[in-house]
């Protein structure tokens, strides 16, 4: 280990094209505190140590038993079990990639790509084509990410979930990942890039950027009247036969559960992204543990501003499920459909997305 205890805070690099890079770190960085090297030579015990005179790791205040710090000694899981990540530094990590990530605006290859396309496209109906090919395309990426689902939860949800902000869930997860924290304390330009948690926030970032991209390209290029949310004539004439939606709104659209048909959309979408219908849009296996999720998610207050009306009753959901998607509940069975609490996760999250990118007016 070297003997200098904050080893070179000024720095001098000469570029390739040589050119010379001067900067110093704050003293109080806690950026490449110790050579890799140096690091990677500390036995565990010495590397806890330096955690500890460096204030990267502190003790936690909460008491634990002797039997309790016996298991965890037995476990090899005594230091990160009892000290607590200390806060600035979690802090400094995420300022550091804030102001390091790359831009998603401009540059971007796959906003490159479809303005080329938009470019060259024959007229305005295959403008938006594209548009609502791409969109979905995009949409579905965003989605498939695991961390999407902390981004875009609101203030409301994250509170109830012990966080103030997703910057806040972030740290958090910071708190569990020794290796982020080992690689920023060794290096003097931390490569972020090869941790999954950075890898999903940039392609967050980077996916949000090409839905901005086709929204206002949309709403400055394209007529209202050409970008409705169009459904197809079979769903159409299954609305206009329905014998339980029938509540006429001022648009024309017949519905006793659902506000428009922008709202109806979403649970559509939500069975065709889970995977429970046919190729003819009828209920398939899992369909009705998905619908009790949906019912459940979508009766959150957050929610249901955006999906069902005031004072749905089940049984017309369970209604709507039979006759739009032919999915034969019984009568014995309303009210009581199959259920998998873990499915709630998968839908809503499937939800606030959808809503946070399909909301294109």
Known sequence: ?????????????????????????????????????????????????????????????????????????????????????????????????????????????????????????????????????????????????????????????????????????????????????????????????????FKKWNEIERLKGVLEFLKNYENENIQISDRKIKITNEQQQINNNSTTDNNIEKDGYLSRVFRSIESENILYETLKELNVLTNNDFSDNGFQSICESFWKVANYNSLKQYILKDNVKKKHFIDHLNNRYNANIKDSAKGRLSYKEENNYKVESFIKTYIKFTKRT
């Open 1 to 197: 280990m070297s003997n200098n205890k904050n080893p070179i805070r000024e720095f001098k690099l000469i570029l390739q094209n040589g050119e010379k890079f001067e900067f110093k770190l704050k003293d109080n960085s806690f950026r490449n505190l110790i050579s890799k090297e140096d690091f990677s030579n500390l036995n565990e015990e010495e590397k806890q140590q330096f955690y500890l005179i460096h204030k990267i790791y502190l003790p936690d205040p909460v008491k634990y038993s002797k039997e309790y710090i016996l298991k965890l000694k037995k476990e090899n899981r005594f230091f990160r079990s009892t000290h607590k990540l200390n806060p600035p530094i979690k802090k400094e990590i995420i300022e550091y990639y804030l102001n390091g990530k790359e831009s998603f605006w401009e540059n971007d290859y796959q906003i490159k790509q479809i303005t080329n396309k938009l470019n060259n496209s024959l007229n305005i109906k295959h403008k938006v084509k594209i548009i609502e090919t791409e969109y979905k395309k995009y949409f579905k990426k965003l989605h498939k990410n695991e961390l999407s689902f902390w981004y875009f939860l609101d203030e409301k949800s994250l509170t109830e979930h012990g966080y103030i902000n997703f910057l806040d869930y972030f740290e958090d997860e910071i708190e569990q990942r020794t290796d982020i924290v080992n690689e920023f304390i060794t290096e003097i330009f931390p490569n972020f890039w090869s941790f999954d948690i």
